[in-house]
């Protein structure tokens, strides 16, 4: 089956689309390690993306003080400059300032790699949106929700965690689908520091087989599953939360 | 050497960077023009209710929507032409003016749904109201949809410019000479660690102090015309 497969891409090859990471074992492999590390860079910044909005929006409904100032001015700063920018800031700049350990051969390595720096710049970026998109979704909640919350004897606190942030959520999906498609197309920025990602080994392998075109369609096609899958998860958990007679599509 | 001969020294390398700034701001202006041109065509054509003009842009809207930057970057860069001939004519086609062809395609994608999205929020009845009054789809559209959609339309479209000025520092990664380009050539040329962390700062604070104001008045006019 397999060598079925690899005779059949040879050919191919020798017919003008030379798709090398299907029959050359070398390539497969570099190509399969790059989609698994933009598989995590996605799972692991959209993780954490999500808690930094969930936190920043939290803060941002119940705290008036200079807690809330902080969160608006991270916002304010992460959205306003460009993710290439901040990841060399922190790749380049902080990272010049961080302790450096030592590998197994005793050479200088740095304690945090580029990978980490990568999944922390992504996470800030997309957290900066997150916050926005949760608090656009805790303001789409009626205020009589929390009133009634309220007048049941729940006190601000126990009323934004139980009623109004289940509410929030349902109404933030649309917008938080469009930060992970954003986030999605955002992970091929880690090239820059050095990540092997999709784009890098995709890049490695053009310059090694001189198949520039067809990698590239292979990566386009890629990327253009991924962000379609990112949709159809979200959907189908939005799907899954429905409550029935509450939300856009109910006539509300 | 201390502190005010660090800021002597960053100083000194400020106007190479703002000269690479400019750069960035030139091609983002360049590709909203050419972007917000086609993406009226495609918006428009997504909205036909035909196949022939519709169906190819919605895919078209799609595939550029969902396609990385950078991977539309790498197109442009590695695939387009050097040079074209124009009837005899030679147009030489630098890095710089290619990745902002690059840059106009995610941004005519984007700007097609602005299009679509603010054409749609008009109440349906209105088309109805037209059609009774016996206006044909055409003039319904260009003369009684469409006027009511531009203030619509300008907020998002501020967004859309603010999100591709922020884009155009990838293009550093293909070898245009930018401002993050010119950043880190500055930084190598002092080879001085001390300078990196103050370096970066100014960058992001250039375009910080370009960026927020954009997203400040866009902000601003999406509420005055919401209450409108």
Known sequence: MITDIQTFFRELAASGINLTIFYDAFDFDRFVTGLGNTLLLILASAIFSIVIGAAGAAILTLSKGPAAAVVRGYVALFRNTPLLVQMYFFYFAVGSIMPVGQNDIGLPQPLIGSFTWAVISLSLYSGAFNVETFRAGVGAVHSSYEEAALALGYNRRQAFFSVIVPLALRFSFASLANNLVDLTKATTVAYAVGVAELLYVSNQIWSDSLNTIEMMNVMLVIYLILTGAVVFIINRVEAAMRLPGFGLGDGQ | ?228
């Open chain 2, 1 to 228: 050497m201390n502190s005010t001969n660090l800021l002597a020294q960053i100083l000194e390398w400020m106007p190479f960077v703002l000269q690479g700034f400019a750069l960035n701001i030139l091609m983002s202006l360049l590709a909203i023009v050419i972007g917000t041109m086609i993406g009226t065509f495609l918006g428009l054509g997504q909205l036909s209710p035909g196949w022939i003009v519709g169906t190819p842009s919605k895919l078209a809207t799609q595939l550029f929507r969902n396609a990385p930057w950078l991977v539309l970057l790498f197109y442009c860069i590695f695939l387009m032409p050097y040079q074209i001939n124009v009837g005899g004519a030679v147009i030489q086609l630098p890095s710089w003016l290619r990745a902002t062809i690059g840059f106009s395609f995610p941004v005519a994608a984007n700007f097609s749904e602005i299009v679509r999205g603010a054409v749609k929020s008009v109440p349906r009845g209105q088309w109805e109201a037209a059609e009774a009054l016996g206006y044909s789809r055409r003039s319904t559209l260009f003369r009684i949809i469409l006027p009511q959609c531009i203030t619509r339309m300008i907020p998002p479209w501020m967004n859309l410019y603010a999100l591709l000025l922020t884009a155009t520092p990838l293009s550093m990664i293909v070898g245009v000479e930018e401002a993050l380009g010119r950043t880190q050539a500055a930084v190598q040329a002092q080879s001085d660690s001390r300078v990196l962390i103050p370096m970066y700062l100014a960058l992001l604070a250039m375009f910080f102090l370009y960026t927020w104001p954009i997203n400040r008045l866009s902000l601003m006019l999406e509420r005055r015309f919401r209450t409108k």
